[in-house]
């Protein structure tokens, strides 16, 4: 219906009886991960992937240190020939360049790792959301770090996490 205020005029519509709110969830990605089977079971093998590259890693480290503090050790240093404190300097070396090569090896399976469990995760959130979506009817679920605020009525996480579990 037309509404004029002074010189402004405008179409005011009629508010539907149903709400756009009542036909929105919204989801707990983080919870997802959390709380589902295959959030817990894809955490558990970040979890020993990291702990393994993790102990290798503090192998090395161990090792390097053990050497340089020879290397520091003016006693130790004088008992040896030329020759084995040159052999020393260049097994340090090779020890911090092999470390460096962990490491960056080290971040990079991690990232590939956690990408991984994040799109697998994602894609179950995504088929969770849908059913639970048609089943109440709702148009719109969005990820709740896309919302500055929503009630907490409009909560569909446990719902979603059932249905993960159920496919799981």
Do not use: W
Not at 43 to 66: P, R
């Amino acid at each position: 219906f037309p509404v004029t205020i002074g010189s402004l005029s405008f179409e005011a519509k009629a508010v539907s009886s149903v709400s756009a709110a009542e036909r929105v969830g919204v989801v707990n990605f983080a919870t997802c991960v959390s709380d589902s089977k295959v959030g817990q079971e894809e955490q558990a093998n970040f979890d020993n992937i990291k702990k393994q590259l993790t102990s290798h890693l503090e192998q090395t480290e161990k090792e390097l240190s053990s050497l340089a503090s020879k290397l520091n050790d003016p006693d130790y240093m004088d008992g040896l020939s030329p020759e084995a404190e040159s052999n020393l300097k260049e097994k340090i070396q090779t020890l911090n360049e092999e470390l460096g090569r962990y490491q960056n090896q080290y971040y990079q399976v991690l990232n590939q790792a956690n990408m991984k469990v994040v799109q697998l995760i994602s894609s179950k959130v995504n088929a969770a959301a849908e059913m639970v979506a048609k089943e109440k009817k709702l148009d719109l679920v969005p990820h709740k770090d896309v919302c500055f605020f929503y009630s907490s009525d409009l909560d569909v996480t446990s719902d979603v996490v059932v249905k993960m579990d159920k496919a799981y």
